[in-house]
């Protein structure tokens, strides 16, 4: 359970974060020597994206492809963790990373997700997906009781052999919809032989990287923001209905 930090206002968090030092106008010689100085000190394997200047005196955010972290001006030391803004109860890292995570809907290539459109099919969330993930099935669960939209589910096999197995069979199938809430809300296996072209796995697995999609289940809302983890019914009413 988050604690009460955590369990800010969105709409305050934005304002926040519009009001804070938190922008490419903010940077500076300081910003782009440090940037250079933790990308040789933190090797190959993390790409550091961005520095920039945060509220805290001496602090700066360093946006990496792995997660945003925190550095002191010379790049001698680095910190992970939440950077808390205590009088207003928000927490700045997640609230900076749900505006970094955010991606562009409509450049999904959809054709590679397994479509199922509920009534009207009007709203529209995508979601990354692991045939074994226990929290997938719970979402699953959750999405039973969400109606008028259409779950573009992207087949995202990352826990086992058998998850790629479960997924090729899913995709080959005839009714993949079908073959996908019946293994996930049924336990019924799917039982295409998939021997079909699943070439778009591999995609998916590309795309998600790309997309710091990092766990399963990982939603994406029309308007590009994110909602990690098997987030409630009566939560993705909400998200959904505050998508413009």
């Not at 020597?33 to 200047?53: E, F, Y």
């Not at 809300?185 to 710091?212: E, F, I, K, M, Q």
């Amino acid at each position: 359970m988050k604690s009460p930090l955590r369990r800010a206002l969105p709409l305050l968090a934005i304002a926040l974060l519009a009001a804070l030092p938190f922008s490419r106008a903010n940077a500076d010689a300081t910003t782009d020597k440090l940037k250079s100085i933790l990308q040789s000190r933190l090797g190959s394997d993390i790409q550091v994206r961005d520095v920039l200047k945060t509220p805290m005196p001496g602090i700066y955010e360093v946006d990496t492809d792995q997660q945003i972290v925190y550095s002191d001006a010379n790049g001698d030391y680095v910190l992970t963790g939440d950077l808390m803004d205590v009088k207003n109860h928000v927490d700045l890292t997640d609230a900076r990373a749900s505006e970094l995570n955010k991606i562009d809907f409509s450049k999904l290539p959809l054709n590679d997700a397994v479509k199922l459109v509920k009534g009207t099919g009007e709203r529209k969330i995508a979601v990354f997906s692991d045939p074994n993930c226990p929290y997938c099935h719970k979402l699953e669960e959750e999405l039973k009781s969400v109606d008028n939209v259409t779950v573009y589910t992207f087949l995202f096999p990352i826990l086992s052999p058998d998850s790629t197995l479960k997924s090729k069979s899913i995709w080959c199938s005839t009714d993949r919809a079908k073959a996908w809430t019946s293994w996930m809300l049924d336990h019924h296996a799917p039982s295409a032989p998939g021997t079909c072209d699943t070439t778009v796995l591999s995609h998916n697995l590309d795309l998600g990287r790309t997309l710091r999609v990092t766990g399963t289940p990982t939603v994406f809302l029309a308007d590009g923001r994110r909602l990690p983890g098997a987030v409630t019914a009566d939560r993705l009413e909400k998200e959904m209905s505050s998508v413009h």
